[in-house]
């Protein structure tokens, strides 16, 4: 049976703006209050999407989430009619009104941790949804992502889905931008590798000193057991402290992994050569050969890499067996990292061609290529049984299109979210969307 890898890529919500709400994050603090453009980020994301998919790859649609989120401000204490809601919060509390508003959604990397039913105990393909629990702007996400995922994923006798783990520090979890999976084909049963930045209960593991870890061993520990992976089908990595601190609070920012390759910074983990040999090892098992491209920090500094977003980049399989690399438009503009990617694609390796697009609003609140997507492998019977109305076609897209164009702002500043007519406007969209996308209620307005 054919499988695959469906890129589901988040859809940004009409809300995108620039709060500089996560710290650790270079490009979310440097481009603060700086004015934002939800249509073009809608649009540049759309296009992505659109392209991969007459590339041939099997792309999908992730919702947004509805903003601001009043219920939250409201468990704050803010009360009153929706818009008292709002103006109280922007006149007291202006700092949560912005993280109430904030679009982070858009990075469905970290929407949820997904186990292809190659790999699970039942056969299933599970889903746990990250609790985010590091940012209050995205720790309010995961009850509504549920909901998204269960409308998109709702055969029971194919998918499992999870509730998110407890809203803790010890288990904080980031889904998928810290967790990728090694494997010969899509299908067959693979390794999956979650990288973590520190241990909440075992002080003998480093930690960075300047920014928070935001996935914990824990926490991982905890996915893999939700989702029935054996011993011998993981690997759990420990990413380097120092990277951490230089900007990297995700994984996914200092490394990519697809098929059987793992395209990293040298600088990117702890106690590197055992992790490897173990990866080795534990593929070698399942049939395949694990590879590795380590880019040399005196090529590319590991600041170089967070400016650029080189590892933010999606890696995929071609249909002849090379892979595609796909990166932002901040990649070509770093001269550095700009050479370095000519000489990988013209070496004798995987990864035979680079593909650049513009994602420049998604970039300067600190989310590129890989960050906008959710893997999910699936075989024939699965990809089937999704909810069709979330995959990508030329139809959708010029519909979506025209939802984007229809509903959003062309500009959106700090003191515009204080408007409640931002909020009508927001649901209004997506109260079309749900009908478009065939999502049905998902979102607090229509279930509440």
Not at 139 to 154: C, D, K, N, Q, Y
Not at 155 to 179: I, M, S
Not at 433 to 442: D, E, F, M, N, Y
Request: charge should be negative; include cysteine; aromatic fraction near 8%.
């Amino acid at each position: 049976m054919k499988s695959f890898e469906v890129n589901f890529d988040g859809l940004v919500g009409p809300t995108h703006n620039y709060g500089g709400l996560s710290f650790g994050n270079v490009a979310s603090q440097s481009n603060s209050q700086q004015a934002s453009n939800p249509k073009e980020a809608a649009l540049q994301g759309l296009e992505k999407m659109k392209a991969l998919m007459d590339m041939g790859f099997v792309q999908g649609v992730l919702a947004p989430q509805e903003r601001p989120d009043v219920g939250a401000l409201r468990s704050l204490g803010f009360a009153g009619t929706d818009a008292q809601v709002i103006e109280r919060a922007a006149k007291e509390a202006m700092p949560l009104l912005v993280a109430s508003c904030s679009a982070s959604s858009m990075w469905v990397a970290n929407a949820a941790t997904v186990s292809p039913s190659a790999d699970t105990a039942d056969g299933r393909v599970h889903f746990t949804a990250a609790n985010l629990n590091c940012k209050f702007h995205r720790s309010i996400e995961h009850p509504t992502t549920s909901r998204v995922l269960g409308a998109m994923f709702a055969d029971q006798q194919h998918f499992a889905h999870h509730a998110a783990l407890p809203a803790v520090a010890q288990f904080g979890d980031e889904g998928a931008a810290n967790h990728t999976r090694f494997c010969r084909d899509y299908g067959e049963a693979g390794v999956e590798f979650f990288v973590y930045g520190r241990s909440a209960f075992d002080s003998r593991y480093s930690a960075p000193q300047k920014y928070p870890a935001r996935q914990t061993l824990e926490a991982s520990q905890a996915v893999a057991r939700l989702h029935g992976l054996s011993e011998e089908g993981v690997v759990f990595a420990q990413q380097n402290p120092s990277v951490i601190d230089q900007g990297v609070f995700h994984n996914d920012v200092i490394a990519v992994g697809n098929g059987e390759l793992l395209f990293h910074h040298q600088d990117a983990f702890l106690n590197t050569e055992p992790m490897f040999d173990e990866l080795r090892r534990k593929l070698a098992a399942r049939g395949a050969q694990f590879q590795s491209i380590s880019v040399p920090r005196d090529q590319v500094a590991v600041d170089d890499a967070v400016r650029s977003y080189l590892f933010n980049s999606q890696l995929l399989s071609r249909a002849d067996g090379s892979m595609l690399l796909i990166v932002p438009e901040e990649c070509r503009a770093n001269p550095r990292v700009w050479q370095y990617l000519q000489g990988l694609t013209s070496a004798d390796g995987p990864i035979r061609e680079v593909k650049v697009f513009d994602l420049k609003q998604s970039m300067q609140n600190g989310g590129g290529p890989a960050c906008l997507r959710l893997r999910v492998a699936l075989n024939e019977t699965e990809l089937a049984a999704v909810n069709p109305g979330v995959i990508m076609t030329a139809p959708l897209y010029n519909t979506l299109t025209g939802w984007v164009s229809k509903h959003y702002r062309d500009a959106l500043r700090e003191s515009d979210l204080a408007d409640p007519q931002l909020l009508l406007e927001c649901r209004t969209a997506l109260d079309e969307l749900t009908q478009i996308l065939k999502l049905g209620s998902v979102y607090p307005f229509q279930i509440n």
